[in-house]
């Protein structure tokens, strides 16, 4: 009887992958990264961690679209990326990842719906289906009360979860969280801690930068780097199980 592969697939895989920065005279400055492996599955609550320095900005740019490698292949929902124009690289980062930061990045001037609605804007979304999505994900972050709302008018935590529904909004395959409680007082960034479990736990992929420990404690897997390479990637629990 032949055997099903019940391994879930790679949304992201690094291979061989290098970041090279270099000088005006085109000496090496830095290799950011230095020949990287790297494979998150389908469904994985990761964080990245690492002291200033080694490698985990770059490493989060290259695993966004925000920056090509230097050397070596990246697979995104398995597509070579390398294969994309500036143009097309940055429709697909659109589709397939959403991103969330520690500044919110908010449009103060925009309401908070206006705000969700942002991002299927540039990927030419009717306004009717701009509309649908923005509410139907801001009602899973508990805003549905707040849609004519601007940033200034929300606290902190709100304005995060804004952020969040921005990310969700379409429908990405991996969510992205650089120190997403970073600005927040610690039963704020409980709360919104507690929200990127759910998302976990309905099956969203989601790749952490943190340099709390009590923040990495709750992912299933910790990717620590120094100059560079990955130090150490440490299972903390099986895939899908709860972090409490």
Same mark, same amino acid.
């Given at each position: 009887?032949?055997?099903?592969?019940? %391994?879930?697939?790679?949304?992201?895989?690094?291979?061989?992958?290098?970041?090279?920065?270099?000088?005006?005279?085109?000496?090496?400055?830095?290799?950011?990264?230095?020949?990287?492996?790297?494979?998150?599955?389908?469904?994985?609550?990761?964080?990245?961690?690492?002291?200033?320095?080694?490698?985990?900005?770059?490493?989060?740019?290259?695993?966004?679209?925000?920056?090509?490698?230097?050397?070596?292949?990246? +697979?995104?929902?398995?597509?070579?990326?390398?294969?994309?124009?500036?143009?097309? +690289?940055?429709?697909?980062?659109?589709?397939?990842?959403?991103?969330?930061?520690?500044?919110?990045?908010?449009?103060?001037?925009?309401?908070?719906?206006?705000?969700?609605?942002?991002?299927?804007?540039?990927?030419?979304?009717?306004?009717?289906?701009?509309?649908?999505?923005?509410?139907?994900? +801001?009602?899973?972050?508990?805003?549905?009360?707040?849609?004519?709302?601007?940033?200034?008018? +929300?606290?902190?935590?709100?304005?995060?979860?804004?952020?969040?529904?921005?990310?969700?909004?379409?429908?990405?395959?991996?969510?992205?969280?650089?120190?997403?409680?970073?600005?927040?007082?610690?039963?704020?960034?409980?709360?919104?801690?507690?929200?990127?479990?759910?998302? *976990?736990?309905?099956?969203?992929?989601?790749?952490?930068?943190? *340099?709390?420990?009590?923040?990495?404690?709750?992912?299933?897997?910790?990717?620590?780097?120094?100059?560079?390479?990955?130090?150490?990637?440490?299972?903390?629990?099986?895939?899908?199980?709860? %972090? *409490?």
């Amino acid at each position: 009887m032949a055997l099903t592969n019940t %391994a879930p697939a790679p949304v992201a895989e690094l291979r061989g992958v290098w970041k090279t920065y270099f000088r005006p005279d085109g000496g090496v400055l830095v290799n950011a990264l230095a020949g990287t492996d790297l494979i998150i599955n389908q469904g994985e609550y990761i964080a990245i961690m690492g002291p200033s320095g080694s490698g985990k900005s770059t490493l989060m740019n290259i695993l966004g679209c925000l920056d090509q490698p230097t050397e070596g292949e990246y +697979l995104l929902d398995g597509r070579d990326v390398a294969d994309l124009d500036d143009q097309a +690289l940055s429709l697909f980062r659109g589709q397939k990842i959403g991103f969330v930061f520690q500044a919110f990045n908010l449009i103060s001037q925009l309401t908070i719906e206006e705000n969700v609605e942002t991002p299927l804007f540039y990927q030419g979304r009717s306004q009717q289906a701009r509309r649908r999505s923005a509410r139907e994900k +801001l009602a899973l972050v508990g805003l549905s009360d707040r849609l004519g709302h601007r940033p200034s008018e +929300l606290s902190g935590g709100q304005q995060q979860r804004v952020a969040i529904a921005r990310a969700l909004v379409a429908d990405p395959v991996v969510l992205m969280a650089d120190e997403p409680t970073g600005n927040l007082d610690s039963a704020t960034g409980e709360s919104i801690l507690s929200l990127i479990e759910d998302l *976990h736990a309905q099956g969203m992929t989601i790749i952490m930068v943190t *340099h709390d420990d009590s923040v990495a404690d709750r992912c299933e897997r910790v990717v620590r780097l120094r100059d560079g390479l990955i130090e150490s990637d440490e299972r903390l629990r099986s895939l899908g199980s709860s %972090a *409490h």
